[in-house]
């Protein structure tokens, strides 16, 4: 925790949000995630600031090799959604969130990827809307309830280290009529050295309303 800050701010609470070992690397790695958000701030729009850093095994101990105290905003109640450590390269690691939100009856959620690269921890992407259910706030006589999921697939691509990502977002949504109908489409993001960017080919997407 650190202390109080100027102009009366409550004191930051910082807490470790996972320790995740990394396989099949020399040394032995470790990536810790932390969470940064001042004591007390905990509404519903309140996300805390990821930070992590990327562990070495040294003789002795363990040393930081990449350190990032500020990463992104994610998350809710001054709480971040729960980590997922998922392959996104031959041999590379990234930490896969999924955060949540809800409001007036509807439900929905994002997608978020960090890892490290260019020696710095990063959100290499970011969506909203990957999920979306208005079950709260719809009229079922009228087939205006819908709902929505995604997804994610991390597949060869061009790039040797980087995986490409694959969203397949279906289920339903609402229609022009304002009632639901079916879909689904696939979007394919690509690593561009810094991020991930959605694919020029094809228009980066594909599917139908069904």
């Not at 701010?9 to 099949?24: K, M, N």
């Not at 958000?37 to 850093?53: K, Y």
């Not at 590379?92 to 260019?118: C, D, K, Q």
């Amino acid at each position: 925790m650190l202390g109080p800050e100027a102009g009366g701010r409550p004191p930051t609470l910082v807490t470790v949000e996972g320790a995740y070992e990394i396989p099949d690397t020399a040394p032995e790695r470790v990536l810790l995630i932390t969470a940064a958000n001042p004591e007390g701030w905990d509404s519903h729009g309140q996300a805390p600031t990821i930070g992590g850093a990327l562990f070495e095994k040294v003789p002795g101990g363990w040393k930081a090799a990449v350190r990032t105290p500020e990463i992104a905003r994610i998350g809710s109640f001054g709480k971040p959604p729960d980590g997922r450590l998922v392959q996104i390269g031959p041999k590379r690691r990234g930490v896969e969130y999924t955060p949540a939100f809800s409001n007036m009856g509807v439900s929905s959620g994002g997608f978020a990827l960090i890892a490290e690269g260019n020696g710095a921890l990063r959100q290499v992407l970011s969506l909203s809307e990957t999920s979306e259910e208005n079950g709260g706030a719809c009229d079922e006589d009228q087939d205006t309830c819908y709902a929505f999921d995604s997804e994610v697939s991390y597949v060869p691509g061009a790039n040797a280290d980087w995986f490409d990502v694959e969203i397949t977002t279906s289920g339903s949504r609402a229609g022009r009529d304002g009632k639901a109908e079916d879909f689904s489409v696939t979007k394919r993001f690509v690593f561009d050295g810094t991020e991930y960017r959605i694919s020029i080919s094809g228009r980066g997407e594909k599917g139908v309303a069904r």
